[in-house]
Each structure stands twice: as structure tokens, then as C-alpha cells.
């Protein structure tokens, strides 16, 4: 079903000439939207009301669900007609005359121009989008979702390489528990054990400043992040790869209230406090901060390789600043794991 604001017209509805029965001009337009969308809320929210109390019934538009298939198809028919290219794919997109506009931003700043310069110019019908005048047909009961190599054919490139990304997290999270295995059989026996009171190695004179580098890293991604997400603005996305497609998706938001970036700041910031707190303070704390940031380092990448594998598997996009952080995190937890693993089997032979 289409859930768009009052007033707007229903695509079954049979094409009228584009002046009103009293001779007054009619504006036209096709919004794409999904319903998991923030951007597609507050555009439809936020921003077509307005005009549309202020034009009545000059302006029309029509609202087309992605999610749905034949949705999904009047898409793909509006991307080969207009020709929009690969870093402009993605909703909210508006589409009236042969004007596309793109995102929660663009649409705003563009379409009340639009409508004074069709209305001026006697009207403007709804856009020829091939398919979009045929007669309604009823949906499916039963929506067949895409194959995982359909998902990944979307964004072949950005998404090749999240999964080279993903498989590496992988890799490095189990080469951290092969380690972490290695070093608790050490501090067991009977040599570790003697060495319990020693604690942790030391380690090099590069080590802290590759993690304040990483944290300082993954920080700024993250308040970029949390910057498009709160302000519903278009992110500023690489040659590969499609960033507005995944900050678009309904995972951007966790429970559909808090922001995932606005988490990466808050968990990034903890990051950096306990490592201060390892290098400048005193007592037991200090003492166990390694082990708080193998804990945190841990939960983060567990975290984002989650995120990181919606990316090509269900999503069907890659999101660079993602993957800057995903790298970041897990780059995190292979410098903190072994001082973090070290601390705790000086702790478990101190109590045995």
C-alpha cells in the first residue's frame, strides 16, 4: 500500500491533461520512497505537506514503495529512461518533468522552484516513465526476496570489496581468540605462573600513538556519520562504493530511534578515555584498562562486522566511511588484544 501524506494521487488513477477542469495548470511528480527510509520520512513528512497546502490541488504527486515489486520495477524503468547514473541511485527520489532530484537535501532546495516554473508554464504532466500509465496490477501475497548474488550484483564493486573487508574482521577476531588461547595456556604454567606478579608486556613506543591515530580515526568517520544521519543530509561518498543507499536503509537507526553513528562517537569516545586513563593514571584501574579495551575493542568489531555484512548481503550497497571505521575498530582490537590478554592471565594466576 502506498502510506503517503493526504493529497497526494494515486498512480491506478487514469492520466488527466495537465489543466484542471477549471483551466487552471497542474504540476505533477513521482516520488520514490521506502518505507524503512529516515530521508523518505522526512521528506514526506516534513517537507511535501507544506506544498501541498500551498498549492492544493495544482500539485499532484504520486508515491511509489521500492519495496514492493512492481515498485521496485517502475524504479529500475525511471533509472534506464532518465539515464540516472549509479551515484545518484537511491530514494527519496523525485522525479517531475525530466528533473531528478536525489535525497533529503536536494529535493527541499529544488522542487518549490520547480512547481512555479511548470505552473508558469501551463503544466507539467507526469513524468514518462515507461510503465507508469499501465493498468494496476494486485501484488503478489507472497514477496520473493532477491538472491544473495542479485543483493551483490547492485554495487559489484563497493560490495567485493566489504566482503574482502568482512572476511579480514573475520580473520583478525580469530587470530585475536587463537592468541588470547595462547597466551592463557603461557600465564598457566608453571613458568607463567611465576611470572604473575610482572604484568603485562610492554609495548613498543609506537603502540600509543597508533591507537590515539585509530581512535582519533574512527572518531571523526563516526561524527561524520552521526552529522548526515541527525541532519538528514546527503553524505559526500568515494568513486566506489554508495553511501547514500546505506545511510538511506532502515540500519542506520538502532530499535528506529538512536542513530548507529551516534553510537560509533560515544563508543569510540569511551575508547580514548580508558586509554588515557591506562597511560596517566594510577591504581587498579589504570592497572585494568587493558583489559576494558580488549572488552570494548571486542564488542566494537563483533558490532560492525554485523553492519559491515548487511552492507553487500542484504543491503546490496557499500558505504566507504563504514568500512573506514569497521577497519579502524578492528585494527583497534589486533593492537589491544595482547596487553588486554596478558592482564588477564596475570589475573587468573594471581587468584590460583
Known sequence: MLLICAGFALLALVVVPVRADDGEPLVRAILFHSPNCPHCHHVIEEVLPPLMEQYGEQLQIGGVDTHTPEGSALYKAAVEYFQIPPERQGV????????????SREIPEWLPGLIEVGLAAGGVDWPAIPGLLAPATPAPE??????????????????????????????????VAVDGVRVWRKQKSPRGRKSAGSGPTSTPAWWDWAVLALCLLGLGVA????????????????????????????????????????????????????WAWGRLGHGRLAELTPVALLGLTSFGTA???????LEPFVIGATCSWCLTSAVSMTLLLLLVARPGWETLGQMASQRS
Open 223 to 274: 561524527g561524520y556519520l552521526a552529522y548526515v544521519e541527525i541532519t538528514l543530509t546527503e553524505a559526500v561518498c568515494g568513486p566506489v562504493g554508495d553511501c547514500n543507499t546505506v545511510q538511506q536503509s532502515e540500519y542506520v537507526l538502532l530499535f528506529g530511534l538512536v542513530p548507529i553513528a551516534v553510537l560509533g562517537v560515544a563508543g569510540y569516545v569511551i575508547i580514548l578515555v580508558v
Open 92 to 103: 527519496p527520489a523525485l522525479i517531475i518533468g525530466d528533473a531528478v532530484l536525489v535525497g
Open 303 to 309: 558490532f560492525l562486522i554485523y553492519l559491515t555484512s
Open 142 to 175: 507472497t514477496d520473493v526476496p532477491s538472491s544473495i548474488g542479485e543483493v551483490i550484483a547492485r554495487d559489484m564493486p563497493g560490495n567485493a570489496i566489504s566482503i574482502g573487508v568482512l572476511c579480514g574482521m573475520v580473520l583478525s577476531v580469530g587470530y
